[in-house]
């Protein structure tokens, strides 16, 4: 069996990978080996919304260890995720190259190699300080049209992320700390894992070319979704399945050195 771990991103929780891992599951069925899918929080939100957020991505990342480890499930795993969460899996591909079979990285972006400006493009920044403030459905609502290129016609997801955020509250300060760890992570350097990059070319977050450029940076491979945005999982959920299948079954070949 494969074990995955999924990683969400600045301030959202496992709930919100929403039906993606069954999607995801049923993609490979009959293909590869079946898969058992984790899915941790990062200190801050969902089940850990009572904890601090740290304003270090390798402190997240070793939460996210701590928390596989409680539950009894070792290493090796395949990483697979989303922006803020694609820090974390490359800060422990870094720190833990033994435990981390892959890597896909969803909807990212790093220092040095992206400036801040693709990294958090400018139109989407009064709407992110604008629901630092805002609560409830309000803030779910700002957050969809922010990451989805379909908010449209996702509208449904809102009811159950509003119940998420009554539920589990992230806190204003909790979302500046996740931001400020966000802006400092830096990697320089390459991590020895196969790597893989999906993005979508509608992300109004994230410039795609983050991603593009950290591919052609670290000699990985890339594909862009022509329609997408930052939520990938939601806005194109099977696409990234897909992928992911095409990309294993091409033996997901090691980077070069």
Same mark, same amino acid.
């Given at each position: ?6 990683l ?6 496992? $709930? ?12 490979? %069925? @009959? ?5 058992d899918?984790?899915? &941790?929080?990062? =200190?801050?939100n969902?089940?850990l ?10 402190a997240m990342?070793a ?7 409680? !539950?009894g499930k070792?290493?090796p795993?395949?990483?697979?995720a ?8 490359v #800060?422990? #591909?870094?720190?833990?190259?033994e %435990? ?5 990285? /969803?909807?990212?972006s ?10 958090l *493009?400018? $139109? @989407? ?5 604008? /629901? /630092? ?5 309000? *803030?779910?609502?700002?957050?969809l ?9 996702m509208? !449904?997801? /809102? ?7 009554? %539920?589990? =509250?992230? +806190? ?5 700390? !996740?931001?400020?760890? #966000? ?7 390459? &991590?020895?894992? =196969? ?8 992300? $109004? ?5 983050? +991603?593009?450029?950290l ?6 491979d890339? +594909?862009?979704?022509? #329609? ?8 194109a959920?099977?696409?990234v ?12 070949? $090691?980077?070069?050195?």
């Amino acid at each position: 069996m494969t074990t995955w771990v999924f990683l969400r991103g600045l301030t959202r929780e496992a $709930r919100h990978w929403g039906d993606f891992p069954q999607r995801f599951c049923a993609a490979f %069925e @009959g293909e590869l080996s079946e898969a058992d899918i984790l899915t &941790p929080d990062l =200190p801050g939100n969902g089940r850990l919304h009572g904890l601090p957020s740290p304003i270090s991505v390798t402190a997240m990342m070793a939460s996210c260890r701590q928390q596989l480890r409680d !539950q009894g499930k070792p290493p090796p795993y395949h990483l697979l995720a989303l922006s803020l969460g694609g820090m974390v899996a490359v #800060a422990w #591909a870094l720190r833990y190259p033994e %435990e981390c079979r892959a890597a896909v990285l /969803l909807s990212t972006s790093l220092r040095p190699h992206s400036p801040f400006y693709q990294r958090l *493009r400018p $139109r @989407g920044w009064p709407t992110v300080l604008g /629901l /630092l403030a805002a609560r409830g459905e309000a *803030r779910e609502r700002g957050i969809l049209r922010l990451t989805s290129a379909r908010a449209a016609e996702m509208r !449904q997801v /809102l009811p159950a992320w509003t119940a998420y955020a009554r %539920e589990c =509250p992230v +806190s204003t300060l909790g979302a500046l700390r !996740q931001l400020l760890a #966000a802006a400092r992570f830096s990697a320089p350097q390459k &991590p020895a894992v =196969p790597l893989l990059f999906l993005a979508g070319a509608a992300d $109004r977050m994230v410039h795609p070319d983050c +991603s593009r450029h950290l591919a052609q940076a670290w000699a990985a491979d890339f +594909s862009l979704h022509p #329609a997408a945005g930052h939520d990938l999982a939601l806005d194109a959920g099977d696409w990234v399945a897909n992928e992911v299948k095409a990309w294993l079954v091409r033996g997901c070949p $090691r980077i070069a050195d």
